[in-house]
């Protein structure tokens, strides 16, 4: 199933359209009924300051300098390299299947180069500059919400850091708490109650009740738009990437080649990539064990 997502964001009524395309299926509108008591109006929210705890500070425990290398910045390179044992039971990235074709290589900045030519990358720019990195490996969902949120121009109304207001994981509101959410990730229905909780506008549907030209035409109308963004809920293992269910926002679509600009907010796994709007189609059919529906 292809989950889609129309969030939207507007100063004058307090709301975000945003289009986004979560786990295996466009969202609909019911399943959000359970939670509608929860879903507090952006009027009825008011700005929240986060206190800062106390530090206490001591002073640091003397260190004995070690022996190094009597000059050389490239010895200096070598030593420093030296002192760190490689982890066994941990990676750094993975190489991407040649399905996807990697942003940042020849073939994927001529994609680019052609995709800006035509009329489906408007949505690019807010996204690239919100680009987000999960935080927590579940996190995935939350991560994809929070940089359409901050694309958007959303004013979360709660204190971050210093005097500044701005979303990531630890300020969204949430359905559930965050350590279980850390554990778990969160469900299409769960993405679409916390989209609206936090004061966007959101539409989505499952692949099975919709064709995929309806998801063309939905996803040309938020690559076309700045005020909209569409995430797509998928399936790794069809992109014969490693994983399983996955949310991540879509960038632009190159409608000569046919690919679909993917922001992997997992960058330290897989970096921004170019796919198959086919493929893509069907990675989001898949069943999630979790609901028993297509993502």
């Not at 705890?53 to 003397?62: E, G, I, K, N, R």
């Not at 300020?171 to 609206?196: M, N």
């Not at 399936?235 to 269910?245: E, F, K, S, V």
Request: hydrophobic residues 35%; contains cysteine; glycine residues 6%.
């Amino acid at each position: 199933m292809s989950p889609e997502i129309l969030l939207s964001n507007s100063d004058d009524t307090g709301f975000s359209s945003f289009p986004a395309s979560s786990h295996h299926g466009y969202l609909q509108h019911s399943s959000t009924a359970r939670f509608q008591q929860q879903l507090p109006t952006l009027s009825q929210r008011k700005p929240t300051t986060i206190p800062t705890a106390s530090a206490t500070t001591s002073t640091p425990p003397a260190v004995t300098p070690s022996k190094r290398p009597a000059s050389g910045s490239s010895q200096r390179s070598t030593f420093l390299r030296q002192q760190v044992t490689q982890p066994t039971t941990s990676f750094y990235k993975r190489n991407l299947p040649t399905t996807c074709t990697s942003f940042q290589s020849r073939e994927g900045r001529a994609i680019f180069a052609q995709a800006l030519q035509g009329a489906y990358m408007e949505c690019y720019y807010n996204l690239a500059m919100h680009y987000t990195t999960q935080s927590e490996p579940a996190y995935c969902g939350l991560s994809t919400l929070v940089m359409s949120l901050n694309a958007l121009g959303v004013d979360p109304l709660r204190q971050w850091k210093g005097v500044w207001r701005w979303f990531d994981e630890s300020t969204i509101e949430t359905v559930r708490d965050l350590k279980e959410i850390q554990v778990d990730g969160i469900t299409l229905c769960e993405f679409e109650c916390i989209a609206r909780m936090n004061g966007l506008a959101a539409e989505s549907k499952r692949a099975d009740a919709v064709t995929k030209d309806a998801f063309l035409r939905d996803l040309k109308r938020a690559c076309a738009s700045q005020s909209e963004v569409l995430a797509v809920s998928y399936h790794r293992g069809t992109l014969n990437q490693t994983g399983t269910g996955h949310f991540s926002p879509v960038g632009g679509f190159n409608e000569e080649s046919n690919q679909v600009l993917v922001f992997d907010v997992a960058r330290f796994k897989y970096t921004a990539y170019w796919v198959s709007l086919d493929l893509l189609w069907e990675s989001m059919l898949p069943i999630d064990e979790s609901t028993g529906k297509p993502r």
